[in-house]
Antibody, heavy 119, light 105 residues
Framework: DEQVVETGGGLIQPGGSRRLSCAASGFTVGSNYMTWVRQAPGKGLEWVSIIYSGGDTYYADSVKGRFTISTDKSRNTLYLQMNRLRADDTAVYFC?????????????WGQGTMVTVSS | LVLTQSPATLSLSPGEGAALSCRASQSVASGYLAWYQQKPGQALRLLLYDASSRATGIPDRFSGSGSGTDFTLTIRGLEPEDFAVYYCLHYGSSPTFGQGTKVEI
């Protein structure tokens, strides 16, 4: 069974940094593309970043220059390094993967990790 | 690209049918349009991909249609477990979600 588990959330002061992790099992990180999305309290889903198997990365304008997505194949883990955090980054962060069983759709999702940016 | 879902909320009873709309601001490839179900505290569940293909294990009461700028998720005969929030997603190099439709009792 393909699964992902997000960790690393918590309470962070404005301007601070945090690295989120997404540990994968049942499939190989980097074999296909993976993504981070977030959901602010009471709001809808917002795409944050994506990384392709070849290493290409893309970011939402709201996080460009502050967040960095990466993978560590030896740990089979996806990361999101978040710097210069702001109050409006407060959200549950979900990682998503594509098994390839449903064409290019993201079909592997975790339950998320909560990031709260507040002083 | 902006995906607009309507209505924002659907109030229905078990057994009734639901039609959820996802309208794109520009034409999108059907092969990159998916529908997801979200329940509190749970992982996103892929329902449909390529606009109309059901994901593994999804009951056939869920169906999808559409092309270009207009897509629809249809739920035939709502079961109690179907009351949730539904999102459309265009996936590609810059994925975009619709704002969601809540299906409530």
């Amino acid at each position: 069974d393909e699964q992902v588990v997000e960790t690393g959330g918590g309470l962070i002061q404005p301007g601070g940094s945090r690295r989120l992790s997404c540990a994968a099992s049942g499939f190989t990180v980097g074999s296909n593309y993976m993504t981070w999305v977030r959901q602010a309290p009471g709001k809808g889903l917002e795409w944050v970043s994506i990384i392709y198997s070849g290493g290409d990365t893309y970011y939402a304008d709201s996080v460009k220059g502050r967040f960095t997505i990466s993978t560590d194949k030896s740990r089979n883990t996806l990361y999101l390094q978040m710097n210069r955090l702001r109050a409006d980054d407060t959200a549950v962060y979900f990682c998503g993967g594509c098994s390839g069983n449903h064409d290019d759709a993201f079909d592997i999702w975790g339950q998320g990790t909560m990031v709260t940016v507040s002083s | 690209l902006v995906l607009t879902q309507s209505p924002a909320t659907l109030s229905l009873s078990p057994g009734e049918g639901a039609a959820l709309s996802c309208r794109a601001s520009q034409s999108v490839a059907s092969g990159y349009l998916a529908w997801y179900q979200q329940k509190p505290g749970q992982a996103l569940r892929l329902l449909l991909y390529d606009a109309s293909s059901r994901a593994t294990g999804i009951p056939d009461r869920f169906s999808g249609s559409g092309s270009g700028t207009d897509f629809t998720l249809t739920i035939r005969g709502l079961e109690p477990e179907d009351f949730a929030v539904y999102y459309c997603l265009h996936y590609g190099s810059s994925p975009t979600f619709g704002q969601g439709t809540k299906v409530e009792i």
